[in-house]
C-alpha cells in the first residue's frame, strides 16, 4: 500500500507550499546518498521526493486530496508525478546542480541501471464492467530477457569489466581554464554506460540479453474505475538490459458509454419517462440499477424533471468503501400520435380545464414554483 504523501514529509493538509518545500529540503538534506551512506536512506530519499512531486504542485496535489491515494495512482503514473519537477530549483543551492533522478533506480549508484522500459496498453470496456469490476486477458508483446544467456548477452555467461571507464559506465575528463578547473562527466561510449562489456555474444539475442515475446497477462479492474483511469501492473513492462529490473506496465482504461445511464463523478443519472396520467395521478415504476430493478413511487402531481434520490445506489468508490447514488429524473412523454379513445379522453380534459382564464392558470403556476 502506498505511503500517505503528507505522512512521509511530515505536514498537514494545511500546510503552505512554502512548508511543503521547506519539510522536504530538510529532509532531503538528511537522506541524499551523497550525505547519507546508510543503504536503507537512498529509498527514503526517492519516497521524500515523490511525495514533494506531488505536493508540491498545485494540480497534483488538488487531485491527490480530491481522490486519495488509490484514485490518484490510478491517475497518475510515476513519469507523470515527476514530470515538471523543477530539480534546479530543489538541489541546485545545496548538491551542487546533481541531478538526484541519475540514482532513482539504481540503488544509491551514480551509474544507471538499465531498468527495463515502461509499456502502456489501451483497454476498451464495457460501463457495467467499469462501474462493477471486472478481470480481463490482455495479449503483450515486450522485450523479455533471453533464456539462452540468462539475460547477459553474453555466449558464455561472462561480463568483462569495461577498461575504458574501469567499471564505472561514465567517464570523467578535466581540465583548466582561466576560471578555475572543469570537470565534465559522460557516458562511457565502450560500454553505454554499463560498465561491463562482452567478448562472445550469444547467438540468440545477438548480445543484447533480450528477445521479443508475446505474454497474456489477466488485468484485475477494480469497480468504480472512470474514463481515462490507469492501472499500474508493476514488473509486467520490458525487460532491463543485462538482467536488470523489469518496467512497469499500465493500462489505460477507456469506458464505453451507457445506453441509460450518465455518470457523474460516483453518481448515476437515469432519465425516466412517465405518461401524463401517472404524472397526474401518480404511480408506482419500476426502475434499472447497476444491480437489479427496483420499485419508486410517482407522487401523484409529479412536476416533469423532478428528482428521485436513490441513496447507495451508484457507482462503487473505487477505495472500496462506499458507492454513490442513482438520481431517477422523471420526464413526462407527450404522446405524438393520440387513438380514438385517448383522443376522447384528452378533449373532455381540454374542456375542464378550458373554464379557467389563461391569466388565472398563469398565476396559479407562478405560486407552484414559488
Same mark, same amino acid.
Given at each position: 500500500?502506498?505511503?500517505?504523501?503528507?505522512?512521509?514529509?511530515?505536514?498537514?493538509?494545511?500546510?503552505?507550499? &512554502?512548508?511543503?518545500?521547506?519539510?522536504?529540503?530538510?529532509?532531503? =538534506?538528511?537522506?541524499? /546518498?551523497?550525505?547519507?551512506?546508510?543503504?536503507?536512506?537512498?529509498?527514503?530519499?526517492?519516497?521524500?521526493?515523490?511525495?514533494?512531486? $506531488?505536493?508540491?504542485?498545485?494540480?497534483?496535489?488538488?487531485?491527490?486530496?480530491?481522490?486519495?491515494?488509490?484514485?490518484?495512482?490510478?491517475?497518475?503514473?510515476?513519469?507523470?508525478?515527476?514530470?515538471?519537477?523543477?530539480?534546479?530549483?530543489?538541489?541546485?543551492?545545496?548538491?551542487?546542480?546533481? +541531478?538526484?533522478?541519475?540514482?532513482?533506480?539504481?540503488?544509491?549508484?551514480?551509474?544507471?541501471?538499465?531498468?527495463? *522500459?515502461?509499456? *502502456?496498453?489501451?483497454?476498451? @470496456?464495457?460501463?457495467?464492467?467499469?462501474?462493477?469490476?471486472?478481470?480481463?486477458?490482455?495479449?503483450?508483446?515486450?522485450?523479455?530477457?533471453?533464456? &539462452?544467456?540468462?539475460?547477459?548477452?553474453?555466449?558464455?555467461?561472462?561480463?568483462?569489466?569495461?577498461? +575504458?571507464?574501469?567499471?564505472?559506465?561514465? $567517464? *570523467?575528463?578535466?581540465?583548466?581554464?582561466?576560471?578555475?578547473?572543469?570537470?565534465?562527466?559522460?557516458?562511457?561510449?565502450?560500454?553505454?554506460?554499463?560498465?561491463?562489456?562482452?567478448?562472445?555474444?550469444?547467438?540468440?539475442?545477438?548480445?543484447?540479453?533480450? @528477445?521479443?515475446?508475446?505474454?497474456?497477462?489477466?488485468?484485475?479492474? /477494480?469497480?468504480?474505475?472512470? +474514463?481515462?483511469?490507469?492501472?499500474?501492473?508493476?514488473?509486467?513492462?520490458?525487460?532491463?538490459?543485462?538482467?536488470?529490473?523489469?518496467?512497469?506496465?499500465?493500462? $489505460?482504461?477507456?469506458?464505453?458509454?451507457?445506453?441509460?445511464?450518465? *455518470?457523474?463523478?460516483?453518481?448515476?443519472?437515469?432519465? $425516466?419517462?412517465?405518461?401524463?396520467?401517472?404524472?397526474?395521478?401518480?404511480? &408506482?415504476?419500476?426502475?434499472?440499477?447497476?444491480?437489479?430493478?427496483?420499485? @419508486?413511487?410517482?407522487?401523484?402531481?409529479?412536476?416533469?424533471?423532478?428528482?428521485?434520490?436513490?441513496?447507495?445506489?451508484?457507482?462503487?468508490?473505487?477505495?472500496?468503501?462506499?458507492?454513490?447514488?442513482?438520481?431517477?429524473?422523471?420526464?413526462?412523454?407527450?404522446?405524438?400520435?393520440?387513438?380514438? &379513445?385517448?383522443?376522447?379522453?384528452?378533449?373532455?380534459?381540454?374542456?375542464?380545464?378550458?373554464?379557467?382564464?389563461?391569466?388565472?392558470? @398563469?398565476?396559479?403556476?407562478? =405560486?407552484?414554483?414559488?
Amino acid at each position: 500500500m502506498a505511503e500517505d504523501y503528507y505522512e512521509t514529509l511530515g505536514v498537514s493538509k494545511n500546510s503552505s507550499k &512554502e512548508e511543503i518545500k521547506k519539510a522536504y529540503k530538510n529532509l532531503a =538534506k538528511k537522506y541524499h /546518498p551523497d550525505v547519507s551512506k546508510d543503504h536503507g536512506d537512498g529509498e527514503k530519499f526517492k519516497k521524500i521526493s515523490e511525495a514533494y512531486a $506531488v505536493l508540491g504542485d498545485d494540480t497534483k496535489k488538488a487531485q491527490y486530496d480530491q481522490y486519495g491515494e488509490a484514485g490518484f495512482h490510478q491517475r497518475y503514473s510515476q513519469e507523470d508525478i515527476f514530470r515538471g519537477f523543477d530539480i534546479n530549483d530543489i538541489f541546485g543551492d545545496f548538491f551542487g546542480g546533481d +541531478n538526484p533522478f541519475e540514482m532513482f533506480f539504481s540503488g544509491g549508484s551514480r551509474r544507471r541501471t538499465k531498468r527495463g *522500459r515502461d509499456l *502502456r496498453y489501451e483497454l476498451s @470496456i464495457s460501463f457495467e464492467e467499469a462501474s462493477l469490476g471486472t478481470t480481463k486477458e490482455i495479449e503483450v508483446e515486450r522485450l523479455l530477457s533471453c533464456e &539462452e544467456c540468462h539475460g547477459t548477452g553474453s555466449d558464455d555467461g561472462k561480463l568483462n569489466m569495461c577498461e +575504458n571507464c574501469n567499471g564505472a559506465g561514465q $567517464v *570523467r575528463t578535466s581540465r583548466r581554464t582561466p576560471f578555475g578547473s572543469f570537470t565534465q562527466v559522460t557516458t562511457c561510449e565502450e560500454c553505454n554506460g554499463e560498465g561491463k562489456t562482452i567478448t562472445h555474444p550469444c547467438k540468440k539475442c545477438s548480445g543484447s540479453g533480450r @528477445i521479443k515475446k508475446i505474454k497474456t497477462i489477466k488485468i484485475n479492474i /477494480p469497480a468504480g474505475v472512470d +474514463n481515462g483511469s490507469q492501472l499500474k501492473i508493476s514488473r509486467e513492462g520490458e525487460a532491463g538490459l543485462r538482467g536488470s529490473n523489469l518496467g512497469d506496465l499500465y493500462v $489505460v482504461i477507456h469506458v464505453k458509454p451507457s445506453e441509460i445511464f450518465h *455518470r457523474r463523478e460516483y453518481d448515476l443519472i437515469l432519465e $425516466v419517462p412517465i405518461t401524463i396520467s401517472q404524472a397526474a395521478l401518480g404511480d &408506482e415504476i419500476k426502475v434499472p440499477t447497476l444491480d437489479k430493478e427496483v420499485s @419508486i413511487k410517482i407522487p401523484e402531481g409529479t412536476q416533469p424533471g423532478t428528482q428521485f434520490r436513490l441513496k447507495g445506489k451508484g457507482v462503487p468508490y473505487v477505495d472500496g468503501y462506499g458507492r454513490g447514488d442513482l438520481y431517477v429524473i422523471a420526464n413526462v412523454a407527450i404522446p405524438k400520435k393520440v387513438n380514438k &379513445e385517448q383522443k376522447k379522453i384528452f378533449e373532455e380534459l381540454k374542456k375542464s380545464e378550458e373554464k379557467k382564464s389563461l391569466i388565472e392558470r @398563469i398565476k396559479e403556476f407562478a =405560486k407552484e414554483r414559488l
